[in-house]
């Protein structure tokens, strides 16, 4: 059985920085795609940043982008989701996904099957 298992959110004020970490069982990365989505009271979950096993090749949501880093270490089978001069707005619950899409589906909810359960995030102004 499968077990995605994220860690690491918190309440946090704006400017501050966070360090996500998605931890699997029952499956090793390697070959996958590791992404994370987040997911806002009363929004749809949306994309956040996805790494490829293979050759580290990454993606970012444009709201993220050059905030947060995604990265992995191949030794612990663990994803990093580097958070930096968190703003209120990125306050959400995280999760982690895992899947093997093609580069044109790479942000796409629909092409993860594996989910954690989430951590939460909450940045205060």
């Given at each position: 059985?499968?077990?995605?298992?994220?860690?690491?959110?918190?309440?946090?004020?704006?400017?501050d920085s966070l360090r996500l970490s998605?931890?699997?069982?029952?499956?090793?990365?390697s070959g996958y795609a590791v992404a994370w989505f987040r997911q806002a009271p009363g929004n749809e979950r949306e994309f956040v940043a996805v790494v490829r096993w293979s050759n580290g090749q990454t993606k970012y949501a444009d709201s993220v982008k050059g905030r947060f880093t995604i990265s992995r270490?191949?030794?612990?089978?663990?994803?990093?989701?580097?958070?930096?001069?968190?703003?209120?707005e990125d306050t959400a619950?995280?999760?982690?996904?895992?899947?093997?899409?093609?580069?044109?589906?790479?942000?796409q909810e629909s092409a993860y099957y594996y989910w954690g359960q989430g951590t939460q995030v909450t940045v205060s102004s």
């Amino acid at each position: 059985q499968v077990q995605l298992v994220e860690s690491g959110g918190e309440l946090v004020q704006s400017g501050d920085s966070l360090r996500l970490s998605c931890a699997a069982s029952g499956l090793t990365f390697s070959g996958y795609a590791v992404a994370w989505f987040r997911q806002a009271p009363g929004n749809e979950r949306e994309f956040v940043a996805v790494v490829r096993w293979s050759n580290g090749q990454t993606k970012y949501a444009d709201s993220v982008k050059g905030r947060f880093t995604i990265s992995r270490d191949n030794a612990k089978d663990t994803v990093w989701l580097q958070m930096n001069s968190l703003k209120p707005e990125d306050t959400a619950t995280y999760y982690c996904a895992v899947g093997r899409p093609i580069w044109s589906t790479i942000a796409q909810e629909s092409a993860y099957y594996y989910w954690g359960q989430g951590t939460q995030v909450t940045v205060s102004s």
